[in-house]
């Protein structure tokens, strides 16, 4: 993870335009929704921020295990991860951020996919 990237995207504003936009999406998705109940606006707003940053190597580091210990108990399926990603590579292009960071970025997210997803806990009712 680079913090080239976070820099380039155009840093702490160009960041809140994209999280802003990925936000939008994700919350319009009704298969996603339900992982966040009980979750409030402001946290799951703050949940993509921090998931930028985490993957374009924002002011906050994190790591596989850290992705592991936050989304545990979850049940996120592939489906709903591969969503996510959609959703971020959409809300990525919308900011005209250039695709050889997209790709980066989007690399980055793969290599998460492991200690997000969670095969073994059923997801919530709703939910993909
Ligand atoms: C690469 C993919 C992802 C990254 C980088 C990521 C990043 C994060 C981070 C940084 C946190 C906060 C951890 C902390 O408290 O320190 C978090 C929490 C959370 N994540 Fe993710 N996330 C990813 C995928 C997902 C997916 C696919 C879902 C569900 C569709 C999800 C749902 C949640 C929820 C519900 C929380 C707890 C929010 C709260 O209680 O405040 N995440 N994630």
Redesign the pocket.
Known sequence: MSQSIYAEIGGREAVEAVVSDFYDR?FADDD?TP??E???KQ??F??QV??????AGGP?E?DGE??D???DG?G?THE??D???EK?EAALRENDVPDEHIATILD??????D???EEDVAAPAG?V
């Open positions: 994700m996603l992982y966040f009980g979750v409030d946290a799951l703050a949940h921090q998931f930028i940053s985490a993957v906050v994190y850290d992705m210990a936050a989304h979850m996120i709903a991860f969503r996510t990603a971020l980055d997210v793969e290599a998460l996919r200690p997000v997803v939910a």
